[in-house]
């Protein structure tokens, strides 16, 4: 089997060569059924987010094509369950995995519909001025590349999510403070309005993933496409001693040090941290997309509390959203191919992807507007951050091996003193080489 090495998606990283190869035709066809109908199949995960808003868009399409008998098979436990279908050479014909598309097995078997052609000429269902790759934020779509340099497009995005520092607007506002949008100015803020009595920056050191991901990574993936591909999927042990990794995490240190609480934090779970946020103990916290919903759910969000989502102030220039992406795909072996490919065509319809915006409260990988009224007003402004050309946006593809734990043990050490950056950096280097060994 041929190895794959995962390719970082960034804003600059989306034109393909033209010597892709074309993907098969129909694995074989599919025999109709007496009624004159063709079975077409779909495996949906709906653990995230529900099988609501997959119902809405299968009722339209069974609508609009009634040759085709549509099959949907829905569960938590689907991926699993369908596992042998699989391997079997009897795949539905199309699949949403919830994120889970990152086995290599999946693309080293061969078993996965490369869009990259399709995607030149495929227009939105119901809106055939609009092609679907200017619809969907295709910078966020899941690509890979083989070792022959051949490089596909597998996963298409629908939904996304996202770490980011958040903030309280309404403090914010009373307080006349703006929101920092790189190193500078974040160094500024801190010096000026961090009080014994509200810290700076304040996060889970259970979890200090939420610190890499939300501050950290983004300022990584500012220096380069192809950089942050090495730290991420930790292909080179020296690019954690390098100058560029280095720079970031004197910066973080800076950061952390002079945020007067934040070494409080290392005992901290993540709901007693955002407790602490919510009450005002720290003006930012590092967490994800889905903060609002865990605490909405614990009736521990105060009146008038503004929640808001920013990119991280780490950067030197420019601000990145790094995202991990919802995707959907088709089966290389699907017995519909056909349908399914017209299946993904209304996924990207505006009212589709509204409708998955407000029923997962996530926001959409699509260029669409959302309704105000609609959705929340986290979701709603977390969106118009997703779609903010100022920004760099990223894909999230890592596959880190036993580095990720380090990094996470390593921004603890250094918040509580006990690790200069430098052994830090070491002790990453050292762990990368130990994998590609």
């Given at each position: 089997?041929?190895?794959?090495?995962?390719?970082?998606?960034?804003?600059?990283?989306?034109?393909?060569?033209?010597?892709?190869?074309?993907?098969?035709?129909?694995?074989?066809?599919?025999?109709?059924?007496?009624?004159?109908?063709?079975?077409?199949?779909?495996?949906?995960?709906?653990?995230?987010?529900?099988?609501?808003?997959?119902?809405?868009?299968?009722?339209?399409?069974?609508?609009?094509?009634?040759?085709?008998?549509?099959?949907?098979?829905?569960?938590?436990?689907?991926?699993?369950?369908?596992?042998?279908?699989?391997?079997?050479?009897?795949?539905?014909?199309?699949?949403?995995?919830?994120?889970?598309?990152?086995?290599?097995?999946?693309?080293?078997?061969?078993?996965?519909?490369?869009?990259?052609?399709?995607?030149?000429?495929?227009?939105?269902?119901?809106?055939?001025?609009?092609?679907?790759?200017?619809?969907?934020?295709?910078?966020y779509a899941h690509k890979y590349t083989y070792d022959d340099g051949r490089t596909i497009t597998f996963g298409m995005p629908l939904l996304l999510s996202s770490y980011g520092m958040w903030y309280d607007d309404a403090l914010f506002t009373q307080k006349k403070w703006s929101v920092p949008s790189n190193y500078n100015e974040l160094s500024a803020w801190v010096d000026s309005n961090a009080t014994a009595d509200t810290a700076a920056l304040i996060y889970p050191g259970v979890y200090s993933g939420y610190l890499v991901q939300g501050m950290i990574l983004p300022a990584l993936a500012e220096v380069g496409d192809e950089f942050f591909d090495r730290v991420e999927n930790a292909r080179d042990a020296d690019v954690y001693t390098s100058a560029e990794f280095k720079a970031v995490m004197n910066r973080f240190e800076k950061i952390v040090k002079k945020s007067n609480a934040v070494a409080s934090c290392l005992s901290l779970d993540h709901t007693k941290s955002q407790m602490q946020w919510l009450n005002h103990k720290a003006a930012f916290i590092p967490n994800g997309l889905w903060l609002r919903n865990e605490m909405a759910e614990l009736n521990a969000i105060p009146d008038g509390f503004e929640m808001r989502y920013a990119p991280s102030a780490l950067n030197v220039e420019q601000q990145v959203i790094i995202a991990s992406s919802q995707t959907c795909a088709i089966a290389e072996d699907a017995k519909n191919k056909e349908a399914a490919l017209e299946f993904m065509r209304y996924l990207y319809r505006s009212d589709v992807a509204k409708k998955f915006a407000e029923s997962s409260d996530s926001p959409s990988a699509t260029n669409v507007e959302l309704d105000a009224t609609k959705v929340s007003d986290v979701l709603w402004y977390a969106q118009s951050v997703m779609n903010n050309p100022a920004y760099k946006r990223v894909l999230h593809v890592g596959s880190w091996g036993g580095v990720d734990s380090v990094f996470n043990q390593g921004v603890n050490s250094i918040v509580a003193g006990t690790k200069t950056v430098d052994e830090v950096c070491n002790e990453l280097a050292a762990q990368a080489r130990k994998q590609l060994a």
């Open positions: 089997m041929k190895k794959i090495k995962k390719l970082l998606i960034g804003t600059l990283a989306l034109c393909m060569t033209a010597s892709m190869t074309a993907c098969r035709s129909n694995g074989g066809g599919n025999k109709p059924n007496k009624d004159g109908t063709t079975d077409f199949t779909l495996q949906i995960y709906t653990g995230g987010y529900g099988a609501d808003m997959w119902k809405y868009v299968v009722e339209m399409f069974e609508k609009d094509h009634p040759e085709y008998n549509v099959i949907p098979m829905y569960g938590n436990t689907v991926n699993e369950t369908m596992q042998d279908e699989w391997r079997d050479g009897n795949p539905p014909d199309f699949v949403y995995l919830d994120g889970t598309l990152e086995k290599e097995t999946w693309l080293e078997e061969g078993m996965l519909y490369d869009f990259t052609e399709w995607l030149e000429t495929a227009t939105v269902a119901g809106e055939e001025d609009v092609k679907i790759k200017d619809r969907a934020m295709i910078d």
